[in-house]
């Protein structure tokens, strides 16, 4: 099994945001398992980690913008992208500004720095989020088409179209991180058309921008109080020159798809808000920072459905806490009436039990229960609750079992809402609500596969045996 990764020590470095034109400085610091992504503002509000998913996402104005109460940081994607890209699952991101370094508009700054420390295995296992279905988001009226596809690894393909002679149509895709994401799409920069500048600088954006760190298009032409303008705006030595090659003051290209190879940068950024490494094929027609964002949350909300699910999931879940032998020192139920046969997991903080019941054909119970279609009595579920809920009760009160033992005394808002036959596993959940003079009320709900069969709510004493 892979394992997650984070990185040995911190590393850094300094420049200005391109929209803002802030100076800043981002460390990348190591980070345990199961953390993630988190963008930390030193200067603003040191204790508060703005975690990189998509519900944390404010703003879409050129770029991506994830914030909390106010607290916000511009333009993660790149920093994303470069993350993802070296397969670093964990790490803590300070900046001392509201934006990071711009550097030359691409990930590669951020694969450099990154390059200064070594990447190091940790315990836990990489969980992926594997899409199972063809998940969908498109804008007709500007051709937008963006679809996760299920696949054994993760790609990502994308086209863009632009009606201009200096950029045409444009491919491109990644099929093998390890391989290519360093050398043929780290470097790939930002860009823009040139009618846009005015507009930008009008919107208090690009503050931090230049030749440097952007490929600007031509796209209609440009006279030369347009030329000595955009000298002003990115303070420029010297006038930019219209050029020959469709690029201003004819500035080369990386590749000759930099373009199309920074918007699969910045969907790679994007799509890291789902907040898990996928496993997808990602197909992506004239995709943007808004429709990334959109897929996102479609993704997103999938996973966490998905991650639901497997919390009921034996099969993906490790460990134990109590079985059998251990159960019946509990409880004084015996065949046929003890209806748990393992305790996965105990919360004692919020008094929550994990257990679970693999449903045999020889139950005694399908005997006479529907015999040619047999079905397990809901009533016998809801007493399998019970008894969990009765060794969440002695566990929760640390409740010697040789001298006291629980009394169902109460049921209300039974539901049963799927058959459960033999060959199914019985996850139950079990949480108390209040206990008050030994007497204690809790919830208990009961799934197959992840999907909810029955639940009630429960009242039961403590008494002595």
Known sequence: MEKQTTITNPVSFEGVGLHTGNKSKITFCPAPADYGYKFIRMDANPELEIEAVVENV????????????????H??????????GLRIDNCRIELTNNEPPVGDGSSKPYVEVLDQTEI????????????????????????????????????LTVLVDYANPALGSQHTGIFDFEKEFRAEFAPARTFCFSHELFELHSQNLIKGGSLESAIVIVDEDLQDQNLEKIQEIFKLENTPKRGNSGILDDRELRFKNEPARHKLLDMIGDLTLVGAPMKAQILGARPGHAANIELAKKLRAIYLKQKEADKYNMKKRKGHSLDINQIMDFLPHRYPFLLVDRVVEFDPEERRILGYKNVSINEPFFNGHFPGKPIMPGVLITEA???IGGLCMMLADNVNPEEKIGLFSGIKNAKFRAPVVPGDQLVFEVKIINSRMGVYSFEGKAYVDGKLATEAEFSAALVKR
């Open 58 to 73: 404010v703003d879409l104005s050129r770029g991506t913008t994830l914030g909390i109460d106010g607290v916000e940081v």
């Open 75 to 84: 333009t993660v994607e790149h920093v994303l992208a470069a993350l993802v």
């Open 120 to 155: 190091v295995e940790l315990e836990a296992e990489r969980e992926y989020f594997v899409v199972e279905e063809n998940i969908r988001y498109t804008e007709d009226a500007r051709g937008v088409d963006l679809v996760a596809l299920p696949n054994h690894d993760y790609r």
């Open 385 to 387: 609750m019970a008894q």
